[in-house]
């Protein structure tokens, strides 16, 4: 099927930063660059008027930054890539609802594959596809650092108060969300809920095991035993094709 071809705009204060993703992206036959912006407002200005597909949004600029031109747009903002130097906003961009994030020196590789992420979004939507893609990874702050942890990674998951702890292998990681996000934005076919507060990848399980009073606890190939709650039962027989 022939890819469509996006409208994009770029926005940077650095004219170099500019050229080069205009480069980047004359290389590919699906993208259009519809224009330039080198300042937050004359991005919001832009999107406004020429109603883009794509931003491809730098971070820190003089004045509105990128989070400031995302908050002024509001509901029509555009899939928003952003392209920055800093890696600590990581979080607060996908907070933001961007489809990507790319580091400066950018890697060609790493951009395309946002750009094949972005155009295939833009497909979606065309489509009339509703929703968002299932939450595919997380990003997680350790010693200073924002880590990327693949959701295909997680074993299981727990709740934590107003946080939820990833348990993935040996590793601990805490994020800032509600088992209820949770359970509505991973892959349905990958993970499932099976007490109020523990969410297991579907392919970490290895068994279910009678417990005390008729109930079961669910067994990971690691070894690893869960409580499943009766209520949730129904749904992980579903996930497992098990029988009763």
């Not at 996006?6 to 080069?20: C, F, N, Q, S, W």
């Not at 833009?122 to 959701?151: I, N, Q």
């Not at 996000?181 to 109020?196: C, G, Q, S, W």
Request: charged share 30%.
């Amino acid at each position: 099927m022939t890819r469509p071809t996006v409208r994009v705009v770029i926005v940077d204060d650095e004219p170099l930063a500019r050229r080069g993703l205009r480069a980047h992206l004359a290389r590919r036959t699906d993208v259009d660059v519809v224009g330039e912006c080198a300042s937050g407002s004359a991005a919001v200005a832009a999107i406004r008027a020429l109603t883009p597909d794509v931003v491809l949004l730098d971070v820190q600029m003089p004045g509105m930054d990128g989070f400031g031109v995302v908050d002024a747009v509001g509901v029509a903002m555009p899939v928003t890539v952003f392209v920055t130097a800093y890696d600590a906003h990581a979080l607060r961009a996908f907070e933001a609802q961007a489809l990507d994030y790319v580091l400066k020196p950018i890697d060609p590789a790493r951009l395309a594959r946002a750009l094949d992420r972005a155009v295939q979004r833009v497909a979606e939507r065309r489509a009339g596809v509703r929703g968002e893609s299932p939450l595919d990874r997380f990003l997680v702050r350790r010693a200073g650092r924002v880590v990327v942890v693949p959701a295909d990674d997680v074993d299981w998951i727990e709740a934590d108060g107003d946080y939820a702890r990833l348990h993935v292998g040996a590793a601990r990681h805490l994020v800032r969300e509600t088992m209820g996000r949770l359970e509505a934005t991973l892959d349905p076919r990958r993970f499932v809920r099976i007490h109020r507060s523990i969410i297991a990848n579907v392919d970490r399980i290895a068994e279910l095991r009678p417990h005390a009073n008729r109930e079961f606890v669910v067994v990971l190939r690691d070894g690893t035993r869960l409580k499943l709650s009766r209520s949730y039962r129904d749904r992980l027989d579903a996930r497992l094709g098990a029988a009763r």
